[in-house]
């Protein structure tokens, strides 16, 4: 079974310019949430989907970024315009339910690395 | 909310020694608590985690961690580490509705030949 997968691995981009961040959950898997490490810095919640609908926005940082999951498959996170700030590790995982966290395993992918410059 | 800490950002330890990566946490209801590892390149993986019942949990590749409620406190130990062990290894808390995850900084594990 494919676990969760990101692309891209790594993206350095210019101050300004816009990325999208792809991840493609397990197959099968209603429940998506990005996170977000900046160095040195713990891992914080961005938000989590339900299949296409956003549960909990409650942790994206401003409107600056953009998440969308259509058809309730793969998301994406666009970020536009990118500012220094935004740097960091971006992480996503999926899971079959939420509360999932005692009750079942979430699965996260092995992230992306953005640099802005 | 909930908050987590983990007092080293590094931790060096030599081959076959035994280590333990702190952890403690803030919150004002009960809470699941969490391990999770990640290797180089790769994607963040449930190591164990403790939702009630023994406070000594055992998890995968011979770690265990202990809850200890008085002194909110679950440090990650492993009586004798191998190379393949060296990773980033993230201690984190939940409440029991699991809304929501609360990640520490992480404490980068480095295993000396």
């Known amino acids: 079974e494919a676990g969760v997968t990101q692309f891209p691995s790594h993206s350095v981009i210019e101050k300004g310019q816009t990325v999208t961040l792809r991840c493609d959950p397990i197959s099968g898997h209603d429940n998506l949430y990005w996170y977000r490490r900046v160095m040195g810095k713990e891992i914080k919640f961005l938000l989590h989907f339900v299949k296409e609908s956003k549960q909990d926005e409650s942790g994206m940082p401003n409107n600056r970024f953009l998440a969308e999951r259509t058809g309730g498959t793969y998301s994406t996170l666009k970020v536009q315009p990118a500012e220094l700030e935004d740097s960091g590790v971006y992480f996503c995982a999926s899971s079959l339910s939420h509360g999932f966290w005692a009750n079942t395993e979430a699965f996260f992918g092995q992230g992306t690395r953005l640099t802005v410059v | ?113």
């Open chain 2, 1 to 113: 909310a909930q908050s987590v800490t983990q007092l080293d950002s590094q931790v060096p330890v030599f081959e076959e020694a035994p280590v333990e990566l702190r952890c403690n946490y803030s919150s004002s209801v009960s809470v699941y608590l969490f391990w999770y590892v990640q290797y180089p390149n790769q994607g963040l993986q449930l190591l164990l985690k403790y939702l009630s019942g023994s406070t000594l949990v055992k998890g995968i590749n011979g770690f265990e961690a202990e809850f200890n409620k008085s002194q909110t406190s679950f440090h990650l130990r492993k009586p004798s580490v191998h190379i393949s062990d060296t990773a980033e290894y993230f201690c984190a808390v939940s409440d029991l509705t699991g809304n929501q995850f609360y990640f520490g900084t992480g404490t980068s594990l480095t295993v000396i030949p």
